[in-house]
């Protein structure tokens, strides 16, 4: 028996407000993050990922308000991406009382601030984002900056490079399947877990709990949405939900 | 009661702050040996490795002031490393432990479907009654990040049991001297119960 795998919520946040884009454009407002936040830790999820999507492509920065208010409701592990790329940044997010940092363009422009902050925190507080976007050619290209740049490594390529550089943690997304509810692209799943013995989240259009299986069976150790638990239906109505406690652990027992 | 939360450098003491403010615990951070020993209760959190936070205790001059406050029989609950800390030794360092409950930390050995962390949600289950798990439900999960387990040398210190891998003590408690390898400050309500049995004790 092992732990569950964890299902994580991710939530992306703009202008202080809390969005969903639909492959990595075009913003849909959902709300306040904190309102939504406390309707989560409500659920009692297993963990939350919330990405501020502006703070490395604007410039804004870390948000440290935006994190304090978060922690003081988030009574579950808790991992904060966007615009964190030294050290001491990623220590005073820890400090105020988020488990995990999440680094997604600073990996690659400056992979040295992840054996940094890797040494910092320790390495299962160190989760590195790749955003993976399908090459007509075949296999993936990994992006950054919001998918607006192209790195021309792999995403198995940059996911082994990040662990070998000290990420305790990969999360792995395609730009290709966000919101799109069309299931997880479960090849780079896999391409991406086989690279790596760290844990591996899946990310980037589930719809079902079927998806997660999937996802689990192609090498994940976790696995992540977002649409799937702020939005509801055809019209993308916010809704925010989440499986009960024994739906998750049922996750545990699948094949 | 006030909890004093030690502060040495490690852990995510924020974590540990809100969530005892959420139980309605009066909590302050203690840095110093003096403000350890005018404690009620103290909290040891703890991430990272064993040496680092036995050095880090050290040069505070904390591992005495623990060690005088844990024999005046008051309430000690180490979390995580915290917990490891308490103990005799760790296979993950050198350094001499708290020495305050017999036993050493080993690591977890890595078998096919047991990745190293453990990382995540599984269930404890407390091995008897104890004011540290009263009111616990049934199949209370709490959240985990840990490579090395401890291996208290007494089975009746074993207070909850966990499995991954095979069964691992989860809690620990000697008299006043008790600890959880998981973190309660991240495992919503069972987390919260933990913390206010401790800050009632």
């Not at chain 1, 989560?40 to 440290?64: P, R």
């Not at chain 1, 988020?98 to 680094?103: S, T, W």
């Not at chain 2, 008790?178 to 400050?185: C, D, F, N, T, W």
Request: proline share 5%; glycine share 10%; net charge negative.
């Amino acid at each position: 028996m092992s732990a569950f795998p964890r299902v994580i919520p991710v939530l992306l946040v703009s202008d202080g407000y809390l969005v969903k884009p639909l492959k990595f454009k075009g913003d849909q407002y959902i709300g306040d993050p904190i309102n939504a936040v406390r309707i989560f830790n409500e659920k009692q999820v297993d963990e939350l990922v919330i990405c501020d999507i502006d703070a490395s492509v604007k410039g804004t920065g870390v948000n440290y308000t935006l994190i304090e208010e978060i922690a003081s409701e988030a009574f579950m592990p808790v991992g904060y991406g966007g615009g964190v790329t030294s050290a001491e940044e990623a220590q005073r997010i820890t400090g105020i009382g988020v488990e995990k940092v999440v680094l997604n363009s600073a990996a690659i422009t400056r992979p040295e601030s992840i054996t940094e902050i890797s040494d910092a925190l320790g390495a299962s507080s160190t989760v590195v984002s790749i955003d993976a976007k399908k090459k007509l050619t075949g296999g993936w290209d990994t992006y950054i900056r919001r998918a607006s740049k192209s790195t021309g490594l792999s995403p198995a390529e940059a996911a082994l490079r990040a662990q070998q550089l000290g990420a305790g943690e990969i999360l792995v997304s395609s730009i290709d399947r966000e919101s799109t509810s069309t299931g997880y692209d479960l090849k780079l799943i896999e391409s991406v877990s086989s690279a790596v013995t760290v844990p591996v989240i899946a990310l980037g259009g589930a719809a079902s709990f079927d998806d997660f299986r999937l996802a689990l069976d192609s090498g994940a150790s976790a696995v992540a949405a977002g649409s799937m638990f702020v939005l509801n239906g055809k019209h993308r109505a916010v809704l925010i939900s989440y499986p009960t406690p024994a739906q998750v652990r049922s996750l545990a027992e699948r094949g | 009661m006030t909890v004093s939360v030690i502060s040495y450098g490690l852990g995510n003491l924020g974590s540990v702050v809100n969530m005892l403010k959420r139980v309605g615990a009066e909590s302050r951070l203690v840095s110093t040996p003096e403000e350890v020993l005018a404690s009620d209760r103290l909290l040891l959190p703890g991430i990272g490795a064993f040496d680092t936070g036995m050095r880090l205790l050290d040069e505070q001059g904390l591992t005495p002031a623990i060690k005088e406050f844990a024999a005046s029989g008051k309430p000690v609950f180490g979390i995580c490393l915290g917990m490891q800390l308490l103990l005799d030794s760790s296979e993950e360092g050198e350094a001499a432990g708290l020495g305050l409950i017999p036993g050493r930390s080993l690591r977890f050995d890595e078998v096919p479907g047991v990745r190293v962390p453990h990382m995540g949600w599984s269930f404890v289950e407390p091995t008897r009654e104890d004011s540290l798990v009263a009111e616990l439900p049934d199949e209370s999960r709490f959240y985990f990040v840990h490579s090395y387990r401890v291996v208290p040398d007494n089975p009746a210190h074993t207070l909850g049991i966990t499995q991954y891998g095979g069964p691992f003590a989860s809690m620990i408690r000697s008299d006043n001297v008790m600890g959880a390898q998981y973190h309660p400050e991240k495992s919503h309500d069972f987390g919260k119960r933990i913390l206010r049995n401790f800050a009632a004790l």
